[in-house]
């Protein structure tokens, strides 16, 4: 039995992924802060694939979590062939000139609980020949997006193109996505389309589809570069926005 780990996978594109993975015969490893969440989304997963999900719940972004989460997982015996790292986020208060107070926490939200995450599975990864995947975004090639949340969304790309020739020596497969604006239930422009309407169809002007980026169809393409037979993957940078950027 092959497992995938996605954190932040209670909603949005990382539910998208693991269902996605479920899909595929893959059972998913949910991680969210609210247990209601979790369960909802278990629940949803199990009706359309009929595998069911293990789900820690937990916030990640707390020091001693990721080991939590490790812990969890190892107890169980289900070492993740894919590890999916989704979990990020925005910060309040991240606007021009941000204190340290939101950088930090932008920061480890989005980029440092990734990379503990991939030190900590590390040696169980290399013997099952795994595939890492970070989701990054497209704001890290336009630079518009709140500072915090830019600089360490950019943070990804140096990171994969860095770890992908040692993570090789080990059999390991380490690769980046870069969505565009993504459109779900809840999402930033599900948001921006009730409180800001003039803004939503500026935004959506640029999208050459005429809509913003699917998560369903993100998640469709993650897994199958995670699912094919090929390490030749790896190191890679993948935009998908539809050709805006």
Known sequence: MDYALVT???????????REFARHGVVPILTGRDPES???ASRSIEDV???TPLSFSGDLTEASAPAQLYEYVSDRGAIPRYLAHNLGGGIRGDRKNPPREVLRPSFRLNFEVAVELNA????DLTKL??????IGSTSSLHYD???GYLVSKAAIIPYVKNAAKSFAEDGLSIFAILPGML???GSYTDRLRARDPQRHARFLEGMPYGRFVPSADVAKYAVSLCLVDSPMINGSIV????GAD
Do not use: M, N, T
Not at 120 to 123: A, K, R, S, T, V
Not at 239 to 242: L, S, T
């Open 38 to 40: 979790l369960q909802r």
């Open 239 to 242: 935009v998908i926005d539809g």
């Open 8 to 18: 932040g996978s209670s909603g949005g594109l990382g539910y998208c992924i693991a």
């Open 120 to 123: 900590l599975f590390y040696d």
């Open 129 to 134: 020949s795994a595939k890492i995947l970070h």
């Open 145 to 147: 997006a709140p500072p």
């Open 183 to 185: 459109e779900h239930p």
């Open 49 to 51: 694939s009929g595998l």
